[in-house]
């Protein structure tokens, strides 16, 4: 017997000896050879392209939970306060840990992206006889600044890794190695490469072209204007007028572009051939049939469609959102605003109608599909309203069951051409120019008033107006800096911007704790709310990543 199992253990060996000389004789795949570099970075770069939309309702980089639960914008929503308890903790401003697993997963999702980014800038190096390789490593270099962007605005103190980096080297870089400006700056080069290496159209859909590159550049110098030279605080302590300069240079670039004003307001968020219009710069790409089980689909939003049709009732309009929409005399009701809860019984801003769905009123646009009160999963916690723009009408073969959840494929605009000449107004009137910034924030309202074509039912409660200087308002540059801010308010509003807004300018502690105690009279849990300045401006930077860098990285202040 031992014999026999002697020689069977001979035969096993001389087998898998054979077998392995088979194995060693295959060339080896998933590497770059001298061979396969030629079309390795077409694949590098879609691969950079697909982590756009590689995200998941815990990690949205819609940022919704991070800069619209967190502003006052929106309550989390949801069954109740548990339901996803961090983004709770981030809508009151309490109990926030540096161990939330979503936030530490948000981290390392960026990361990835900016890695693939970064192998596909050394694949396209790696190319030869290319002709558009500056073009290619522009796009590349786009989508690296996307998602650094993203982490500054969350983090503000984060480790810079380009292409030269070794992925195994990561952990080895400080997040404080570069000051506040230079990690702006950092930013800003890689979208400065894509303005003069970019083409000004791009044939294929969702691709980067030259004018997304200056968008996103105008912006990055707008949020780097706003100096916060104190390691040891959040505060603003100048405001840069070379920044401010840039912005008003790569704005009126894209201005002058193919790019403009959707004729109605509400045509930015509908699905099918209102996608990639005129004012969407640059979107995320869905879609639906595309050999996969669901398609390629909104991930990230899925959570904000209400029970009624789906779930999960997330990311639910705060009455003082809604109440901000109000007009007198067609302006906005500054001072007064938030003293009303009647919500459309006065007269609104039109985008009211485009952007929370209302009880009695019909469910984006469609007069057979009224929205009602128990749509709502928890009234009596985060009210009665909706969020409107990520979300599609039901009966659109776009709307995607995933049961229990509902996504949709369309698409999820970045960069929007209203936005832009917004960033244009505000930096006009940081340099004193603020006459120059009437016409720009006009061209916005009255775009909105122009916007009522499908909201025919809400017309007894719309008024609005421009600004007229002398008539109706004294346009001082107070003035304008107050309706600047609003107007970015009203035409951005839950598109995940709010909270980032008020961090840039400085005033997120008054703005968010006068919302706390407006809003605790109306939801008992805001009773534990409070904002505390020079922490709560960014995350914390997750333990498990300071841990990956063996204690390398620095905690941001107040954590």
């Given at each position: 017997m031992k014999k026999l199992n002697k020689i069977g253990f001979i035969s096993l060996i001389i087998i898998f000896l054979s077998a392995c000389s088979d194995i060693l004789n295959e060339p080896p795949t998933g590497i770059l050879t001298s061979d396969n570099v030629q079309?390795?970075?077409?694949?590098?770069?879609t691969a950079a392209y697909s982590a756009l939309g590689n995200d998941h309702y815990d990690k949205p980089l819609s940022l919704w939970p991070y800069g619209t639960v967190r502003s006052d914008d929106a309550y989390k929503g949801g069954s109740g306060e548990q339901d996803i308890a961090t983004f709770h903790f981030f809508e009151i401003s309490n109990n926030i840990s540096t161990e939330f697993g979503e936030v530490d997963a948000l981290w390392y999702q960026c990361y990835i992206?900016?890695?693939r980014a970064n192998s596909a800038i050394n694949a396209i190096n790696a190319a030869e006889n290319l002709t558009n390789k500056?073009?290619?490593?522009?796009?590349?270099?786009?989508?690296?600044?996307?998602?650094?962007?993203?982490?500054?605005?969350?983090?503000?103190?984060?480790?810079?890794i380009d292409e030269t980096i070794p992925v195994e080297k990561y952990g080895t870089i400080s997040n404080v190695a570069l000051s506040n400006d230079e990690l702006w700056q950092k930013i800003a080069d890689d979208f400065k490469y894509g303005v003069d290496h970019l083409p000004a159209r791009q044939a294929d859909r969702g691709r980067a072209d030259k004018y997304a590159a200056a968008t996103y550049l105008a912006k990055t110098y707008l949020y780097k204007a706003y100096r916060q030279e104190?390691?040891?605080?959040?505060?603003?302590?100048?405001?840069?007028?070379?920044?401010?300069?840039?912005?008003?240079?790569?704005?009126?670039?894209?201005?002058?572009?193919?790019?403009?004003?959707?004729?109605?307001?509400?045509?930015?968020?509908?699905?099918?051939s209102f996608e990639n219009g005129p004012?969407?710069?640059?979107?995320?790409?869905?879609?639906?049939?595309?050999?996969?089980?669901?398609?390629?689909?909104?991930?990230?939003?899925?959570?904000?469609?209400?029970?009624?049709?789906?779930?999960?009732?997330?990311?639910?309009?705060?009455?003082?959102?809604?109440?901000?929409?109000?007009?007198?005399?067609?302006?906005?009701?500054?001072?007064?605003?938030?003293?009303?809860?009647?919500?459309?019984?006065?007269?609104?801003?039109?985008?009211?109608?485009?952007?929370?769905?209302?009880?009695?009123?019909?469910?984006?646009?469609?007069?057979?599909?009224?929205?009602?009160?128990?749509?709502?999963?928890?009234?009596g916690t985060y009210g009665v309203y909706a969020s409107l723009k990520e979300n599609v009408d039901p009966t659109c073969d776009c709307f995607v069951p995933m049961v229990p959840f509902y996504a949709n494929t369309k698409n999820r605009i970045i960069l929007r051409f209203s936005d832009l000449l917004l960033m244009k107004a505000e930096a006009l009137i940081e340099l004193h120019r603020s006459d120059e910034a009437l016409p720009i924030i006009n061209l916005i309202r009255n775009r909105a008033k122009n916007s009522t074509d499908l909201i025919q039912y809400a017309s007894d409660h719309i008024d609005i107006k421009p600004y007229q200087n002398g008539v109706n308002c004294n346009w001082t540059e107070d003035f304008a800096r107050q309706a600047l801010r609003w107007e970015r308010r009203?035409?951005?509003?839950?598109?995940?911007?709010?909270?980032?807004?008020?961090?840039?300018?400085?005033?997120?502690?008054?703005?968010?704790?006068?919302?706390?105690?407006?809003?605790?009279?109306?939801?008992?849990y805001y009773s534990q709310a409070n904002f505390t300045k020079n922490k709560n401006e960014y995350l914390p930077i997750p333990e498990q990543q300071i841990k990956f860098s063996k204690y390398l990285y620095k905690q941001n202040v107040g954590y």
């Open positions: 079309t390795a970075y077409e694949g590098a770069l992206s900016i890695s500056e073009a290619k490593i522009a796009e590349a270099r786009f989508l690296r600044g996307h998602f650094y962007f993203i982490l500054k605005i969350l983090f503000k103190n984060i480790p810079y104190n390691s040891q605080s959040n505060e603003v302590t100048s405001i840069n007028t070379a920044d401010l300069n840039n912005v008003l240079t790569y704005a009126d670039l894209v201005i002058g572009s193919q790019y403009k004003l959707e004729h109605d307001f509400a045509f930015n968020f509908l699905p099918g004012e969407s710069i640059f979107a995320v790409q869905y879609s639906r049939d595309d050999g996969t089980k669901f398609g390629r689909v909104n991930f990230a939003d899925l959570l904000s469609v209400p029970m009624k049709l789906g779930c999960c009732d997330f990311l639910k309009p705060s009455q003082s959102l809604v109440n901000a929409f109000s007009t007198q005399n067609g302006l906005p009701a500054f001072d007064s605003y938030n003293s009303n809860n009647s919500g459309y019984a006065v007269k609104n801003d039109p985008r009211l109608f485009h952007t929370v769905a209302l009880p009695g009123l019909p469910y984006k646009y469609n007069e057979s599909l009224i929205y009602d009160e128990d749509w709502n999963r928890n009234p009203l035409e951005l509003a839950m598109e995940g911007g709010r909270f980032f807004d008020l961090v840039r300018w400085g005033i997120t502690e008054e703005v968010m704790n006068a919302y706390y105690n407006a809003e605790k009279s109306r939801r008992s």
